[in-house]
């Protein structure tokens, strides 16, 4: 009688918008990162490299010309080192405005300079690969029709 009647309210567990907070806690969306897209949830790593570098003077609080990791937590809580240093690209603990083009310049050729990018740059690269294949598949059809007719 009455077991879960007042607990949770079941909406934050399944949408997984609250993580780790959002359980219990009744809204679970109301966290603060948790609504739709917010802040760095969900968000590959080009999308964060692009508003980074369209941030860029917001983001370097303080004026020293490159964005430090606790900068970049600032603007995408849920940004992890890993992430970070895979936007890095020189290994100084920093970004620097050329580093995020440099890293949205790679990622627009599909397996972003030989790094994925978490699901998106998985699911970019098998995409890719049906595309390579499909071609080839195609190529192999249209050679062998080709020497039917002779």
């Known amino acids: 009688e009455g077991e879960g009647e007042g607990e949770g309210e ?12 959002g359980e219990g806690e009744g809204e679970g969306e109301g966290e603060g990162e948790g609504e739709g897209e917010g802040e760095g949830e969900g968000e ?25 990791f606790s900068e970049a937590q600032t603007q995408f809580p849920s940004l992890s080192s890993d992430d970070f240093a895979q936007l890095d690209g020189n290994s100084d603990g920093f970004l620097s405005e050329s580093e995020l083009e440099d890293f949205t310049d790679d990622s627009e050729g599909g397996c972003n300079g030989g790094k994925i ?26 050679h062998s029709i080709g020497h039917r007719a002779d």
């Open 10 to 21: 079941g909406e934050g567990e399944g949408e997984g918008e609250g993580e780790g907070e």
């Open 44 to 68: 590959t790593l080009d999308e964060i490299a692009d508003e980074l570098l369209a941030a860029f003077d917001d983001a370097d609080t303080d004026d020293d010309g490159r964005i430090s």
């Open 117 to 142: 990018g978490g699901v998106a740059g998985l699911e970019r690269w098998i995409s890719d690969v049906l595309v390579l294949a499909l071609a080839l598949a195609g190529a192999s059809l249209w």
